[in-house]
């Protein structure tokens, strides 16, 4: 009896597999095709994903395909899924490639939740015990990806025995895209990448105050730094005022004086120069010395009255 039992059930689900097999196939040429196989496996039981994916094509296949159409949000839905049924070493690998291609593209909010997900997965690491998840990712690349990889992307994967050398493969990728962005002087970006990945922009700031995060030159400074922000807009302002503020945490004098032109910020500027007149002198022989900054003049002219008074306060 219990013998007929199962082979009902072994039968049941061989109609069930091979039904899926044909829906796949029916659905496969379809352009939807990668969000619909996705989309049910979110709304399918995990314990169900294997036969899923068996039907419609293995899951880094199917991310790869995504990766390379540039679907960086539907690749992203496979991440969790490649972790289940690959490993891993194999998610954080797949998770790494997309994180950098993200910010490549300026899609801060989804390099924020890859981050995350990255970030997490490195901790729970040693609870997972799958034999993928003793491969090296260079391993597992060069049989799942090896087309599409440059040696380089793989030398430069983390070690999955050293989850240490993954956060730090992690931070690698965001501080060389914030260097990126800083040295191109592109403010707006750096503002939406900060905020959307939860990146430590202070820490940044004070380890590379003398180098990518440094201006050369107060003029040409603020001439360039005024095109990129266009001060007109809203939004703008509101991305000066963020990274004034962090500016200021961290006493970067140097941005401090340009943004707070920028923003016409002359209390900021009155507390920076009555404490430096040097300072001072040198900022307002610039503004009056370059026609572009003539705009200026009404900020120089309250700062000096505002200066002299505080002179003569303390001459008294």
């Not at 300026?106 to 995350?116: D, F, K, N, Q, T």
């Not at 963020?242 to 016409?264: D, N, P, R």
Request: proline share 1%; charged share 25%; with cysteine.
């Amino acid at each position: 009896m219990r013998q007929n039992v199962n082979k009902n059930q072994v039968s049941v689900q061989k109609q069930n597999v091979s039904l899926l097999e044909k829906t796949c196939d029916l659905i496969r040429n379809f352009p939807e095709y990668l969000d619909v196989v996705v989309s049910v496996a979110r709304k399918t039981d995990g314990r169900y994903w294997a036969d899923l994916f068996t039907a419609a094509g293995r899951s880094t296949e199917l991310f790869e395909d995504c990766f390379q159409r540039r679907w960086y949000r539907t690749a992203a839905c496979y991440i969790l899924v490649i972790a289940k049924l690959e490993g891993s070493a194999v998610s954080q690998y797949c998770a790494l490639r997309l994180l950098q291609a993200t910010l490549d593209e300026s899609l801060y909010e989804l390099a924020g939740e890859l981050v995350r997900f990255l970030l997490r997965s490195g901790r729970d690491f040693e609870q997972s015990s799958t034999d993928s998840d003793k491969l090296s990712p260079r391993f597992l690349g060069y049989f799942l990806f090896r087309s599409s990889f440059s040696r380089s992307s793989l030398d430069k994967s983390p070690s999955v025995k050293d989850q240490s050398a993954h956060i730090a493969s992690v931070k690698n990728i965001l501080e060389n895209h914030a260097s990126y962005l800083m040295s191109g002087k592109e403010l707006s970006k750096l503002v939406a990448f900060v905020k959307g990945t939860q990146f430590d922009l202070v820490e940044y700031l004070q380890r590379e105050r003398y180098g990518s995060a440094r201006l050369e030159n107060f003029a040409s400074g603020l001439e360039l730094i005024g095109q990129k922000l266009q001060m007109g807009m809203l939004q703008s302002r509101l991305d000066a005022e963020f990274l004034l503020a962090h500016m200021c945490s961290v006493k970067f004098k140097e941005w401090i004086v340009v943004l707070a032109t920028l923003l016409g910020r002359s209390e900021v500027l009155f507390d920076l120069f009555r404490h430096d007149m040097r300072l001072w002198k040198a900022y307002s022989m610039t503004l009056q010395s370059h026609p572009a900054f003539a705009e200026y003049h009404d900020l120089l002219d309250d700062l000096e009255k505002k200066l002299s008074t505080t002179a003569n306060s303390e001459d008294k």
